[in-house]
Nanobody, 123 residues
Framework: QVQLVESGGGLVQAGGSLRLSCAAS????????MGWFRQAPGKEREFVAA????????YYQDSVKGRFTISRDNAKNTVYLQMNTLKPEDTFVYYC????????????????WGQGTQVTVSS
């Protein structure tokens, strides 16, 4: 079992930055690929970024490439999403996901999900 807790969301002006964190419980964090998704009310959850268990592979949605960076610290059981040059259209609830299979994280079929953290970007 893995429990995920996101933090770091908030209100920021367009062009600003935020760093989201996702803290995972359990001693096997390093075995899991991790990812970030986002969702607006009444809309489907969409993929943002994913990182392999070792951190050697990452994958991004096209709209965030060059602005967002996913990283992880296995010693701290934490995955991060650094978000720069934020736009109003980045306003969503952001969710952390974990799975032992990288492809499952990207596909949105992860076994484990956090509760989400709200990011609001004002214009």
């Amino acid at each position: 079992q893995v429990q995920l807790v996101e933090s770091g969301g908030g209100l920021v002006q367009a062009g600003g930055s935020l760093r989201l964190s996702c803290a995972a419980s359990g001693r096997t964090f390093s075995r899991y690929a991790m990812g970030w998704f986002r969702q607006a009310p009444g809309k489907e959850r969409e993929f943002v970024a994913a990182i392999s268990w070792s951190g050697s592979s990452t994958y991004y949605q096209d709209s965030v490439k060059g602005r967002f960076t996913i990283s992880r610290d296995n010693a701290k059981n934490t995955v991060y999403l650094q978000m720069n040059t934020l736009k109003p259209e980045d306003t969503f609830v952001y969710y952390c996901a974990a799975d032992t299979v990288f492809r499952a994280v990207v596909a949105g079929t992860s076994d484990y999900w956090g509760q989400g953290t709200q990011v609001t970007v004002s214009s």
